[in-house]
């Protein structure tokens, strides 16, 4: 049980790090002109809160975490 709970960790995490890496390609090859994308990207910047995203994907990754340990549980209690 404690290796599926890792393996999902694992799942998660490239999940994440995968969504990030996406995102970070379609800005950088986003249909702008130099000096737009340039522009954009400054103001993105600006904007860019790393605790905020921190604190939202440690929320998210220990509400995953509950609910698949409670799907454990149940999925345990029905085989017995």
Sequence with gaps: METELKSDSSLFK???LGGLVGIALGVLFAPLVGED????LKEKLKNFNIDELGDAFAYAFEKGKEESESVAKQMKEERM
Aim: avoid cysteine; proline fraction near 0%; glycine fraction near 14%.
């Design 14 to 16: 490239g999940l994440l």
């Design 37 to 40: 994308l340039k522009q954009k």
